[in-house]
C-alpha cells in the first residue's frame, strides 16, 4: 500500500511540474538581448580578486568584483567595461561608457565622455572620476593620473597672428590636462597639454611629454610623486614630444622616444631613443647607422628588465624637390 502510494505521489507531483513548465511563455528572439557574458575577465596576481564585465548582446554592461576568499560579489558598476587589477590588486578600475540609450540618440558622438570608477577590493566602496580620457594606476594603488577629455586651451588669435613661426602638431596627436591624484589623502595636482604620460613601476615618479598648440614651449618633464610634485624639465625645445614611454619593470630608469614637429615631412623627421637614468638622459643609437627608429616604433622591456626591445627601420632616401620648368631648355 505505502509503495502504492509512493507512486501516487510521484505522479502527481511530475503532472505538476508538466503544467507549470507548459504555463511558462516559451522563449522569444527578444530573450537573447537579456543573456549575459563576461568580457575582459581578470584575475589578481594574488588569485583572490576575479573581475569581469557582464555585457548583453545588446544593452547596457556591468562591471563585477568577486572576492573569491569567500566567493562573494564585492561590486557592481553601472555600465563598467575594460576592467583593471593594479598589481597590489587594492583597486579595480572601470571605464564607465555612455549609456546605449545615449548613444544612439546623441548626433555629436564627441560629446559623449567616459568616466572611471575605481572599486576598493578591501570595502567594495566605489569612488568616480568624470570625463577621463586614459588613466593609469600605481602598482602599489597610492597614485592614480588621468587626462581629462576637455581639450587643452590654447592661446589667443592675437598671440598667433604675431607667432608667424607656429609648429603645428601632427593632425591625431591631442594633448589634454592631466591630473595626478593621490588616492590616500585625496592630493591633486594638475600639468597642462600632456600629450604621452607614464608612471614608473616603483610609483615614484612620473613622466610626461607636454605638447602646446603652437609648439614653442613643448617640453619633456619628470614628476616626483609626493605631495609637492617636484617636477624638472628633462627637454626643452620647440616642437618637441614623445611618442612613446616605457619605464622598466623594477627601477626608476625609463625608455623615450623622442621625435618633433619642425620637420613637416612626417616620414622622414628625425626621432631618436633616449635612456633616462639618474635622472639624466642618453641617446640609444641603432647599431646600423643605415637603421633609424621612427614615431610609431614600439618599446618593450623584457620582464627582467634587463633588455630592452624596440622597432627600427631603413633611412628613407631624402625628399626630391620638384624641379620648376621655366623656359625649353629647362624642360
Given at each position: 500500500?505505502?509503495?502504492q502510494?509512493?507512486?501516487?505521489?510521484?505522479?502527481?507531483v511530475a503532472s505538476l511540474g508538466?503544467?507549470?513548465?507548459?504555463a511558462?511563455?516559451?522563449?522569444?528572439?527578444?530573450?537573447v538581448?537579456?543573456f549575459?557574458?563576461?568580457?575582459?575577465?581578470?584575475l589578481s596576481?594574488?588569485g583572490q580578486i576575479?573581475?569581469f564585465?557582464?555585457d548583453p548582446?545588446?544593452?547596457?554592461a556591468?562591471g563585477?568584483v568577486?572576492?573569491?576568499?569567500?566567493n562573494?560579489?564585492l561590486a557592481?558598476?553601472?555600465?563598467?567595461t575594460?576592467p583593471?587589477?593594479?598589481k597590489?590588486?587594492?583597486?579595480?578600475?572601470?571605464?564607465?561608457?555612455p549609456?546605449?540609450?545615449?548613444?544612439?540618440?546623441t548626433?555629436?558622438?564627441?560629446?559623449l565622455?567616459n568616466?572611471?570608477?575605481?572599486?576598493n577590493?578591501?570595502?567594495?566602496?566605489?569612488?568616480?572620476?568624470?570625463?577621463?580620457?586614459?588613466?593609469?594606476?600605481?602598482d602599489?594603488?597610492?597614485?592614480l593620473?588621468?587626462?581629462l577629455?576637455k581639450?587643452?586651451?590654447?592661446?589667443?588669435?592675437q598671440?598667433?597672428?604675431?607667432?608667424?613661426?607656429?609648429i603645428?602638431p601632427d593632425k591625431?596627436?591631442?594633448?589634454?590636462?592631466l591630473?595626478?591624484?593621490?588616492?590616500?589623502?585625496?592630493?591633486?595636482?594638475t600639468?597642462n597639454n600632456?600629450?604621452?604620460y607614464a608612471?614608473?613601476?616603483?610609483?615614484?615618479?612620473l613622466?610626461?611629454?607636454q605638447?602646446?598648440?603652437?609648439?614653442a614651449d613643448?617640453?619633456?618633464?619628470?614628476?616626483?610623486?609626493n605631495n609637492d610634485f617636484?617636477?624638472s624639465?628633462l627637454?626643452d625645445?620647440?616642437g618637441?614630444?614623445a611618442?612613446?614611454?616605457?619605464?622598466?619593470?623594477?627601477?626608476n630608469?625609463?625608455?623615450?622616444?623622442i621625435g618633433?614637429y619642425?620637420?613637416?615631412?612626417?616620414?622622414?623627421?628625425?626621432?631618436?631613443?633616449?635612456?633616462?637614468q639618474?635622472?639624466?638622459?642618453?641617446t640609444i643609437?641603432?647599431?646600423?647607422n643605415s637603421?633609424?627608429?621612427?614615431?610609431?616604433?614600439?618599446?618593450?622591456?623584457?620582464?627582467?628588465?634587463?633588455r630592452?626591445?624596440y622597432?627600427n627601420?631603413?633611412k628613407?632616401?631624402a625628399?626630391?624637390v620638384?624641379k620648376?620648368?621655366?623656359d625649353?631648355?629647362?624642360l
Amino acid at each position: 500500500m505505502k509503495a502504492q502510494l509512493s507512486l501516487l505521489s510521484l505522479a502527481l507531483v511530475a503532472s505538476l511540474g508538466s503544467a507549470q513548465l507548459s504555463a511558462k511563455e516559451a522563449l522569444q528572439f527578444k530573450d537573447v538581448f537579456d543573456f549575459k557574458y563576461a568580457k575582459g575577465t581578470q584575475l589578481s596576481e594574488d588569485g583572490q580578486i576575479l573581475t569581469f564585465s557582464a555585457d548583453p548582446y545588446r544593452g547596457n554592461a556591468e562591471g563585477q568584483v568577486y572576492a573569491l576568499n569567500n566567493n562573494t560579489l564585492l561590486a557592481s558598476v553601472e555600465r563598467g567595461t575594460r576592467p583593471t587589477i593594479n598589481k597590489a590588486a587594492n583597486w579595480v578600475a572601470f571605464t564607465q561608457v555612455p549609456t546605449l540609450l545615449e548613444k544612439e540618440t546623441t548626433k555629436k558622438k564627441d560629446e559623449l565622455k567616459n568616466n572611471l570608477v575605481l572599486v576598493n577590493t578591501k570595502n567594495g566602496e566605489q569612488q568616480t572620476f568624470n570625463d577621463v580620457k586614459d588613466y593609469a594606476l600605481s602598482d602599489d594603488g597610492v597614485w592614480l593620473a588621468y587626462r581629462l577629455d576637455k581639450k587643452a586651451d590654447k592661446k589667443d588669435d592675437q598671440e598667433k597672428d604675431e607667432n608667424s613661426s607656429e609648429i603645428k602638431p601632427d593632425k591625431k596627436d591631442k594633448s589634454f590636462d592631466l591630473v595626478l591624484v593621490n588616492l590616500q589623502d585625496k592630493t591633486t595636482h594638475t600639468l597642462n597639454n600632456v600629450f604621452s604620460y607614464a608612471m614608473s613601476s616603483t610609483g615614484e615618479q612620473l613622466l610626461a611629454s607636454q605638447s602646446f598648440s603652437d609648439g614653442a614651449d613643448n617640453q619633456v618633464v619628470l614628476v616626483t610623486l609626493n605631495n609637492d610634485f617636484a617636477t624638472s624639465v628633462l627637454i626643452d625645445e620647440p616642437g618637441v614630444v614623445a611618442n612613446k614611454i616605457a619605464w622598466q619593470p623594477n627601477s626608476n630608469t625609463a625608455a623615450l622616444l623622442i621625435g618633433n614637429y619642425v620637420n613637416d615631412d612626417t616620414r622622414r623627421r628625425d626621432h631618436s631613443l633616449q635612456l633616462l637614468q639618474n635622472g639624466a638622459l642618453s641617446t640609444i643609437n641603432s647599431a646600423d647607422n643605415s637603421w633609424t627608429i621612427g614615431k610609431t616604433a614600439s618599446l618593450t622591456w623584457s620582464e627582467d628588465g634587463a633588455r630592452l626591445y624596440y622597432e627600427n627601420h631603413p633611412k628613407l632616401a631624402a625628399k626630391s624637390v620638384l624641379k620648376e620648368y621655366k623656359d625649353e631648355a629647362s624642360l
